[in-house]
């Protein structure tokens, strides 16, 4: 229990300095601009902004003159950035966000085609399917891979028309490569099937223009969160060129979403312009990280996925630690050196996701990835003593305290 300001001051500053000293390869998360979040804290954090299907005017709540003129700005930026006509941010995350595509655009019965857990996806229909209403009324089925983890067309295609899905649902946490997103939208246009893409981790490479946008390769709808490769606040949107599906999904938020976090939108603002400004430029040297970093992986010893391909064309690679131990006690010895990453949460539990969005956003390069890499191979195949390698990595990351790509 907290007593007095000074008692919350201080764990804050406690998390704050131990993050600064850590290594952060957590691909979920990122390192916002210091403008970002200062537009966190303007009066908007207590206001409500409620409004009816997605009529902006048809606000539930007074003294929403000027929100209402904030918030239909931000959309059209957020529709700039992502060419998008119709954007809708209501939902607080990248999941709310995918929950209402998946209620808002399908029948009781339907199936979904998407990512599986244990393929890094994020499991919307897999995990409503498990909740005792939805299990009554969606069913599900997983999306085909390759062992290089990139979508297997031909299956995919070929259990689209056996099973006949009513939605495929591209994208999820482990994405190394771009998915096939206008060849899929060809078949699935004859069949009437909807192609949804769920943006989240790729968020900031579409903005920044050096990954395909699924709008423009033919996808219905395309949805996400903002606070990962994107590094905005946190957060979620609904982005589409068909007035029709927008308002289906707007209707299903408005019962999902009330109160939308409008302090969020300031910040989201910002770290739009701070995507047109520098996305690109960020967004390149994203990719020439994790292209390093798995080739260094791979010549150190470690066996990353993908190799074959070139390791990666996003944020992130995966690596297979099965030889050493379980995914999480690897990245638990991590840890303990202050090297942050993910387990594959509790699925195979074999591999591990390292990003390197917040390692780039904070100025680090190819160089830097060989000097990771060489931090990996000490930690899980040689096996030194955690202890000694922390120090050199508080001191190794210390180094990179900026900001870099932002206003």
């Given at each position: 229990m907290f007593n007095n300001l000074e008692e919350i001051d201080l764990l804050i500053k406690q998390h704050e300095a131990y993050r600064q000293q850590c290594l952060n390869l957590i691909a979920s998360e990122n390192y916002s601009s210091q403008t970002v979040r200062n537009y966190l804290t303007s009066d908007l954090g207590n206001r409500y902004g409620c409004y009816a299907g997605v009529d902006l005017t048809a606000r539930e709540y007074r003294g929403n003159r000027y929100i209402q003129e904030l918030e239909a700005k931000t959309q059209k930026l957020v529709g700039e950035v992502f060419k998008a006509d119709y954007v809708d941010l209501r939902p607080v995350s990248g999941h709310v966000a995918g929950i209402a595509t998946i209620l808002g655009l399908l029948s009781p019965g339907d199936l979904v085609l998407e990512i599986h857990l244990r393929d890094w996806g994020h499991g919307m229909a897999q995990l409503m399917v498990g909740a005792p209403h939805f299990g009554q009324t969606l069913e599900f089925d997983d999306i085909p891979f390759d062992q290089n983890r990139i979508v297997d067309l031909a299956m995919l295609i070929g259990k689209m028309q056996e099973c006949r899905p009513a939605m495929v649902i591209f994208g999820g946490s482990g994405m190394l490569f771009p998915e096939p997103v206008a060849e899929i939208k060809a078949v699935a246009e004859k069949m009437g099937i909807l192609v949804a893409h769920d943006s989240s981790h790729v968020t900031g490479l579409i903005a920044g223009g050096v990954y395909p946008n699924p709008l423009d390769q033919g996808a219905d709808i395309m949805f996400g969160s903002t606070h990962k490769s994107f590094p905005g606040p946190q957060g979620g949107f609904i982005a589409t060129r068909d007035f029709n599906i927008y308002e289906r999904v707007g209707n299903v938020l408005a019962s999902l979403v009330t109160s939308h976090h409008l302090n969020r939108l300031p910040a989201l603002a910002v770290g739009m312009l701070e995507m047109k400004e520098f996305g690109k430029a960020y967004g390149e040297q994203i990719?020439?990280?994790?292209?390093?970093?798995?080739?260094?992986m791979e010549e150190a010893g470690l066996t990353v996925i993908g190799a074959t391909k070139g390791y990666s064309e996003t944020h992130l690679i995966l690596v297979d630690v099965s030889k050493y131990g379980s995914g999480v006690h690897i990245s638990k010895i991590l840890e303990s050196s202050d090297i942050l990453c993910s387990d594959d949460f509790g699925q195979l539990d074999r591999e591990l996701r390292i990003g390197t969005a917040e390692v780039t956003r904070r100025g680090m390069e190819e160089q830097e990835m060989?000097?990771?890499?060489?931090?990996?191979?000490?930690?899980?195949?040689?096996?030194?003593?955690?202890?000694?390698?922390k120090e050199e990595v508080n001191l190794f990351a210390s180094k990179y305290s900026g900001c870099r790509y932002s206003l």
């Open positions: 990719i020439r990280n994790s292209k390093t970093l798995g080739k260094a060989k000097r990771i890499a060489d931090f990996f191979k000490r930690l899980i195949i040689e096996q030194e003593n955690p202890e000694q390698i």
